[in-house]
């Protein structure tokens, strides 16, 4: 999966939106919840260090076992250390790729969410740079 990088400005005063505070049930809805009312910043909810975090859109279906879909919005934090595990924006060999990282013997692998897509297991020519981590998908439900 390749990602499109898109550094966004952060709006320069911050936009707030209804939060009805009791969760939407998924199955009978509950008669007697309340129904509160409070304002929620997406931006305070999703982005933990703002001056480290950009946004960028993934491209293909190599990692929808992780949730990520073609056109989904990547929210990633560069101020995060990367450890095995993670689902991380890494520039190899001068493609920037979103992956998941693991480290075998000090060895790093990026590895899809999907079966067509084999590991990367790098070489010791190859370069990798790990830009940040990502931390949040955005995707619509509707097409």
């Known amino acids: 999966m390749i990602i499109t990088p898109k550094l966004l400005q952060p709006p320069s005063g911050k936009t707030s939106f209804p939060f009805y505070q009791s969760p939407v049930a998924c199955g009978f809805p509950s008669p007697a919840a309340d129904y509160l009312e409070d304002r929620l910043s997406l931006d305070q909810l999703l982005v933990q260090h703002p001056a480290a975090t950009f946004f960028a859109r993934a491209q293909g279906n190599s990692m929808i076992g992780a949730g990520i879909h073609d056109g989904d919005l990547l929210i990633i934090d560069r101020s995060l250390t990367a450890r095995s595990g993670d689902i991380v924006i890494a520039l190899l060999d001068g493609e920037l790729l979103v992956k ?38 955005i995707h619509e439900l509707r097409s």
């Open 100 to 137: 998941r990282l693991k480290l075998n013997n000090k060895k790093a692998e990026l590895h899809s969410e999907h079966p067509d897509y084999p590991p990367v297991r790098l070489t010791a020519e190859q370069e990798l740079d790990v830009w940040g981590v990502v931390t949040q998908v």
